[in-house]
């Protein structure tokens, strides 16, 4: 006997469904009268005039195969129950039932009536679903079961979601993406756990005192201020960083504009304080804000402190706010003089990985156009992922790391002008050339600095290649084609030297992305160099530890005298004069490129200090430092000695004037520096030609 929760309610003839939800096998709800619920929140005329379909056949009268199974047992038609829309669910059920499907485990391949992949989900799906948010339900928060997961989406997909893409159970819910599995496309599901079955972790993991609160934000940071701050935000960081929404912020357009205090309220706080903490550095360019930051003290090492503690404890219940207020952490600028002069931490490079894995369990690495979410979430969805993207392959590039992210594992398409919308509706408005190019620029710029990871820096490559100049040298020059081509699609105003300041003070295109540029052209000479000097013979090793317990013998100390080994200069070279001359070519275009380095950081003015620089700015400075040297040190000949020796000190010049003005230099200055203050002949082994190049800076550049 069927339980009574599961049974239909009875509908007389004068309670049949309307139109709509009839024609939508949904279940329809009145309320004594009137539109149904449907209809009132859709809008919709609420209408019974068309007359109720005719009754459908039986299972048995259309297949020869009747209602059996493969092993010939009958299946009964059934219905699934939703806890919350039962109607809903038996419509479909009853509208499926007519068209059974069977399991494809164990089919004979050769009955073609029974092919693997023939049939599709089971009876009970309702035919629509609405258009839901996953990052706002108000359930909980949303993890995806990936295709290994313990929930195997292929099983989820046979369950039985209602209208909104949910099935409920106690605390903890599944939901449909909607939209797939399609040709090419996984099942895609989320589950959607109650924020308090993770109060205790959080409690544990917490790394403040609890005071990170609105109460303590809006103390620090009045959100009167605060509107100007997002509105500063919008203009100056969003080109470069498009990590928020401005359609939730209530912005229509892509010009300054200050939002409403009641969509602040609805930003949480680990996210507000990210916003506010990014734009402080921009709060000369507000009338009211300057003249309040020149008396009072600065907040924002307080609030990047909020930050920091909120994203630890929510990162066990993450939305993409989380996400947001975590990349905006990682671009901070360093502020007190040692950290300015010293490397990252590995840290950061850990809290990339973070990163990078609450990327993942929000599913941003999927494809989301198809889903059933809002325009604004889709849009949203899209450009975080690239974000994280961009953030994975620079550092892993410039910090020398195996990458997190791999091909293979993500399939979001390119961002095009639809992802940079603004309002609830593709329509409002399109973002300016200014808010949309950079970033999609910077991408194509992180898609070729992974291909240059890939062909150069990985251990196995670096292993192959690491001697091979003729390899090294093919390669580097289809991926010198590639970042010509992609400097070549530039706007004219945005090329270089020709880009001009405009009279608010910004360029026309973020600089830090023409340095990006420089600096994979950098990577891909760097590559090329290293067979152009063979490395000398690794140091002997002697364990004295190991010597003395097994030998009663004692140790020859004439053994360790290493004065004997012979230099690198006296070491066999491979010839820069080739039959083609590719050796010699390639080190005067290695050349042109440290020359044309030193010239766009002299030519760098007060509008690109103040500008927005990504944080891996500063290590790309230092690389570059480390770039000169390197053809100092391997100048096969007095010649290119002398050249190197003078862009060594052009760009030393340089960044001791520009980092008065701008701090990111410091970390490339200390490198070079440090060489110079413990004396390059005593920190490496040069070629006699070097020395001489060294000793007597008077000698004149060829």
């Keep these: 006997m069927s339980s009574p ?36 929140s859709a809008k919709l005329d609420c209408t019974f005039d068309n007359p109720p379909p005719k009754r459908a056949r039986t299972v048995e009268n259309l297949s020869p195969f009747g209602a059996q199974s493969v092993d010939g047992n009958t299946f009964a038609p059934q219905t699934c129950d939703s806890n919350f829309t039962r109607e809903s669910s038996l419509a479909g059920s009853l509208r499926q039932s007519v068209e059974p499907r069977f399991p494809n485990i164990g089919l004979d391949p050769s009955n073609p009536g029974l092919s693997p992949g023939s049939g599709v989900l089971g009876p009970g799906r309702p035919p629509t679903q609405f258009v839901q948010s996953i990052d706002q339900l108000e359930h909980g928060n949303a993890q995806l079961f990936g295709a290994s997961s313990e929930s195997d989406p292929w099983l989820l997909r046979h369950c039985c979601f209602d ?38 972790i959080k409690h544990e993991t917490r790394a403040g005192v609890g005071e990170a609160t609105r109460e303590r934000l809006d103390f620090l940071v009045p959100p009167e201020y605060g509107r100007r701050l997002v509105a500063l935000f919008v203009k100056y960081v969003f080109p470069a960083l498009p990590i ?96 300015l002069t010293t490397a990252d931490t590995p840290f950061l490079w850990s809290f990339v990985g973070q990163i990078v894995g609450l990327a993942c369990s929000l599913g941003l690495h999927i494809e989301c156009r198809m889903w059933g979410i809002p325009a604004w979430e889709k849009r949203l969805r899209r450009r975080l992922w690239w974000a994280v993207y961009a953030e994975d392959k620079w550092r892993s590039l410039l910090m020398g790391r195996p990458p997190y992210i791999h091909p293979a594992e993500w399939d979001v398409s390119e961002l095009d002008e639809g992802d940079f919308l603004v309002g609830p509706r593709q329509g409002f408005s399109t973002s ?46 289809g991926l010198l084609e590639k970042l010509n081509g992609w ?72 053994i360790l005298d290493f004065m004997d080994l012979p230099e690198i200069g006296s070491l066999p070279e491979i010839a820069i004069s080739d039959e083609f001359g590719t050796g010699d070519a390639t080190l005067q275009a290695a050349e042109k490129c440290a020359s044309i380095l030193v010239n766009f950081a002299r030519r760098l003015t007060s509008s690109d200090f103040t500008a927005f620089w990504y944080s891996w700015s500063r290590i790309g400075f230092a690389t570059i430092s480390n770039y000169l040297m390197l053809l100092l040190v391997q100048a ?34 200390a490198r070079l520096d440090a060489l110079h203050w413990a004396g390059l002949g005593n920190t490496f082994v040069l070629p006699v030609h070097v020395q001489a190049a060294i000793v007597n800076p008077d000698i004149p550049e060829p």
């Design 163 to 200: 209208d909104s893409g949910m099935k409920y159970f106690y605390k903890v819910h599944f939901r449909n993406a909607g939209g797939v599995p399609t040709a090419q496309r996984i099942p895609i599901h989320f589950m959607i756990s109650s924020e308090e079955l993770t109060t205790s």
């Design 636 to 669: 096969p000949n007095m010649a290119h000695a002398v050249r190197g020796k003078h862009l060594v000190d052009s760009w030393l010049q340089v960044l001791r004037c520009q980092s008065q003005s701008f701090p990111l230099v410091k970390l490339g200055l």
């Design 5 to 40: 929760l599961s049974a239909r309610p009875y509908r007389s003839k004068r309670q049949r469904p309307c139109d709509q939800c009839r024609g939508r096998k949904l279940g329809c709800q009145t309320d004594g009268g009137g539109a149904c619920q449907r209809c009132r």
């Design 244 to 339: 928020i929404s401005r359609s939730q912020l209530g912005l229509t357009a892509a010009t300054y504009q200050l939002p409403e205090l009641s969509a602040l309220e609805k930003v949480p706080v680990h996210l507000l304080a990210a916003i506010y903490a990014s734009a402080f550095p921009f709060v000369a360019h507000d009338d009211y804000l300057c003249v309040l930051s020149t008396y009072n003290a600065s907040p924002v090492e307080t609030l990047w402190r909020m930050v920091y503690e909120l994203v630890t404890e929510e990162i066990h219940s993450p939305r993409l706010a989380v996400l947001q207020a975590a990349l905006l952490y990682i671009h901070q600028m360093p502020k007190d003089e040692t950290r």
């Design 487 to 558: 400097y070549s699609s530039l706007p004219e105003t945005f090329r270089l030297p020709n880009w001009s300041k405009s009279v608010n003070g910004l360029a026309p295109y973020p600089t830090s992305i023409h340095f990006a540029y420089l600096l994979l052209v950098v990577y891909v000479y760097r590559a090329m160099l290293r067979p152009m000097a063979r490395s000398s013979d690794p140091p002997l090793i002697f364990d004295l530890e190991d010597l003395s317990a097994t030998s009663p013998l004692p140790v020859d100390e004439s």
């Design 432 to 477: 300016s050339c200014d808010t949309e190019i950079p970033f999609r620029y910077l991408i194509n710029l992180a898609r070729i600095g992974e291909e240059i990871h890939d062909t150069f820096y990985t251990l196995r490559a670096s292993q192959f290649l690491n001697a091979n100049f003729i390899a090294s040298a093919e390669l580097g020059r």
